[in-house]
Nanobody, 124 residues
Framework: QVQLVESGGGLVQAGGSLRLSCVGSGRTFSTYVMGWLRQAPGKEREFVAAIPWSGGSIFYADSVKGRFTISRDNEKVYLQMNSLKPEDTAVYYC??????????WGTGDGLDYRGKGTLVTVSS
């Protein structure tokens, strides 16, 4: 069974930091684009960041540029989140797809794989 499993979510005060992790299993993800999406309460799921398997451009949503850093190590992908804001509160999902298609990664619909999510809560 192919799975992406996230960890590292929790409660943090505004201005604080968290590091999310995601590990894939059941197949090799080493040649996949891996990334993160999030869904805040009452809002649609949105793109956060994506990183290709080797070199190439790394993509960030404008809302997280300069604060979040995505990195990966073969089958694992990480999201270092600094200077967190209350509006970053959301369920964060790990995702993987063979390519970076801006439209598909925009909401996560149609991506090959997506985890069940980990909750990040930022208090003011």
């Amino acid at each position: 069974q192919v799975q992406l499993v996230e960890s590292g979510g929790g409660l943090v005060q505004a201005g604080g930091s968290l590091r999310l992790s995601c590990v894939g299993s059941g197949r090799t993800f080493s040649t996949y684009v891996m990334g993160w999406l999030r869904q805040a309460p009452g809002k649609e799921r949105e793109f956060v960041a994506a990183i290709p398997w080797s070199g190439g451009s790394i993509f960030y949503a404008d809302s997280v540029k300069g604060r979040f850093t995505i990195s990966r190590d073969n089958e694992k992908v990480y999201l270092q989140m600094n200077s967190l804001k209350p509006e970053d509160t959301a369920v964060y999902y790990c995702a993987a797809d063979p390519i970076y298609d801006r439209r598909r990664w925009g909401t996560g619909d149609g991506l090959d794989y997506r985890g069940k999510g980990t909750l990040v809560t930022v208090s003011s």
